[in-house]
């Protein structure tokens, strides 16, 4: 099916605006999106992720703006026509239908020949490893199940792009993390574009090639995980990914992630300050502390846990440094 | 643990409450079963001669024939046009859609005898007076409000991402319509299906205004039973109005049950 699919699935999109009344739901985007790749749009509730995709899907119309498929526009075509995949938040299975029946849906409304969709219902089961479920009605399954019972129905008709909506909300967490994986590993697998919306970063650190952080309607900042974690753009993007503390200095802002911030009792040749620890709270991997520093007011500093031996107690007197390279220029 | 005093006093009073609501209805029972020619409570003695009278009757099955024919037809047309109209209305979602609908129930409110003296208004030119067609259809009008109801309340708890995922998989609005909205709502436009049915089955105050020398529905004919004589056929008939009332009530029941245990609200 890598063949059928990975053929087409670049998108461009321009100019993208979504208006309600007086309110931009989505203000302006600009986005290319590679054939093949895996693409997080990342972002509070109420930055415009959801109403882009759904403006994507072909369920929201454009204010303005366009959408290309393979450099032909898609905007007035409408969401039955479009071909793209989606998994739902909630998953939205047919509850009247068999696992069987929801999978072969698409396949069926195309009206393929009922040997072709057996077929290429049991591929989908192999894929998502569902056999033995065939006959089940979606309420009969656990929620990890129902989810891949509708990644199997999105896939079935080897659909270009993929949208995902949040599609890991409803799962636990430890199950969210192996999810994460199979999902990834799907990707690899079956070459489809996916796009994929999500508010948490882990989900988008961990899986996406390249990921959209989205603020009010706007992309704050596009890139991979590791630019996007290394290099933040503004202060939105630096604690929305992550955690981070903010120097000012020469008149600027800079970011400072809190693991690469280098504590110790006593002094060494490279101290940038001194500081007096205020409280420490400990994470299982790390350890967090919160100083008081002399120059640069309070910051958080995280330590591996199993390097640091006993925890400092507040009120012990450190020195601090960290490495020229660390610190990250931010244009706000 | 025992009762106290008031739970008692409540349970009793609910009890007799109940006996003053259902009784009445239950009154022709006896009164059927009269060994007697006139309508009387039996004393002691009982009898089916006015059932045996009741289905040797030509006139008599011939109005249980009309009804049936009437009550199914009417039920049809309002289910189609009921749900249709359901859909619509929510599809729509406006503040219009919701003044429309208000409207659209209007039939329940109004009065029967002025719905009565409107049909009457309307049937006369129209040439639908006593006829089949004439009653299918001014049944169908006070039952599709029901049905309206009834489906109405089974989408309100549809979920619109259903529908969204059809179009998604490549299914148009109608192919949308018959493989996904249908089939899980069609606990509500049942449930509508046989209330319309019972509304035509027993209705009488428009009938008496629209029909006159063919049409002899099963109500009509009890009507003037009582009014011209003291049968107790009428009484038989009744009981087989009731009966067959009862039977269509169970059904929704059933229905609602087996409903309710194949589809678990999921969360």
Known sequence: MSADSAQSGGLAITGLVKRYGTVEAVAGIDLEIQRGEFLTLLGPSGSGKTTLLMMIAGFQDATAGDILLDGRSIVATPAEKRNFGMVFQGYALFPHMSVRDNIGYALSVRKRPRREIAGRVEEMIDLVQLQGMEDRLPAQLSGGQQQRVALARALAFAPPVLLLDEPLGALDRKLRIEVQAQLKDLHERVGTTFIYVTHDQEEALSMSDRVVIMQSGRIEQVGTPQELYSRPRTRFAATFLGKSNFLHRDGRVWALRPEKIDLHVGSSGDDRTTGKILSQTYFGSVLNYRVETTEFGVLEVDVDAWRGGAALRPGTVVSIGWHDEAVVPLED | ?267
């Open chain 2, 1 to 267: 643990m025992k009762p106290g005093f008031s739970t008692r006093f409540n349970r009793f009073a609910a009890w007799v409450l109940l006996m003053f609501l259902v009784l009445p209805a239950l009154v022709a029972i006896p009164v059927s079963l009269t060994p007697r020619r006139f309508l009387s409570m039996p004393q002691g003695e009982y009898s089916l001669r006015h059932f045996e009278t009741l289905f040797g009757s030509p006139a008599w099955m011939s109005s249980f024939a009309q009804s049936a024919v009437i009550a199914v037809s009417a039920a049809f047309l309002a289910t189609v046009l009921g749900t249709l109209c359901a859909i619509g209305l929510w599809r729509i979602a406006s503040r219009a859609a919701e003044a429309i609908r208000a409207l659209l129930l209007l039939p329940l409110v109004v009065p029967p005898i002025i719905s009565a003296m409107a049909f009457y208004r309307l049937f006369v030119p129209l040439g639908l007076m006593d006829s089949y067609a004439g009653m299918i259809l001014a049944h169908a009008v006070l039952g599709a409000p029901l049905v309206l109801i009834t489906v109405s309340a089974s989408l309100a708890g549809f979920d619109p991402k259903l529908e969204q995922a059809s179009r998604n998989l490549g299914a148009s609005t109608f192919t949308t319509m018959r493989r996904v909205i249908l089939p899980s709502i069609r606990p509500g436009v049942l449930a509508g299906a046989l209330f319309a049915f019972i509304t035509s089955w027993d209705e009488i105050v428009v009938t008496l205004f629209i029909t006159r020398f063919s049409i002899y529905t099963l109500p009509r004919r009890m009507w003037n039973g009582i009014r011209e004589n003291t049968d107790p056929t009428t009484a038989a008939a009744a009981v087989v109005l009731l009966a067959v009332t009862l039977v269509v009530f169970l059904i929704w029941v059933l229905l609602q049950r087996r409903a309710r245990a194949l589809n678990p609200q999921p969360e």
